[in-house]
């Protein structure tokens, strides 16, 4: 006998309640959906119990991803005090932080070579 397989809906239409023609893919065993609704984490969807649709958005067992620090465009023009409601002393702070990025590459790459150097 095969355990039951549930699909696990993790898109925006799951909480629309119509229709689910999307791209969800993911499944899990029925005992393992069943503990995520009784923590309150997925809910049911329709009354045959082989869909769940999960309350958070991210992937089961995989931490959040962390945005990567970088410098963006706005950050340059408030540097070089293109904005006009940038002040100086904010120009200053933006100068400062895409100095500091910049070493903080430039050690990274430092890094890299010295550990390529020593395989």
Known sequence: MSAKTVLVHRCSRA?????????C????????????VNEKKATWLGADFRQIAMKKKR???RPPLQKAQTIEAGHI???VGA?????????????????L?????????IDL???ERAI
């Open 15 to 23: 909480s629309s309640g119509g229709p689910l023609p999307c791209s």
């Open 25 to 36: 893919r993911t499944k899990t065993t029925g005992g393992k959906a069943h503990l995520l």
């Open 59 to 61: 992937p089961l067992g």
């Open 77 to 79: 023009l408030r540097a």
């Open 83 to 99: 904005e006009k409601d940038c002040s100086e002393q904010q120009s200053e702070y933006h100068r400062q932080r895409i100095d």
């Open 101 to 109: 990025y910049g070493r903080m590459i430039q050690q990274s790459l």
């Open 113 to 115: 070579v010295k550990v």
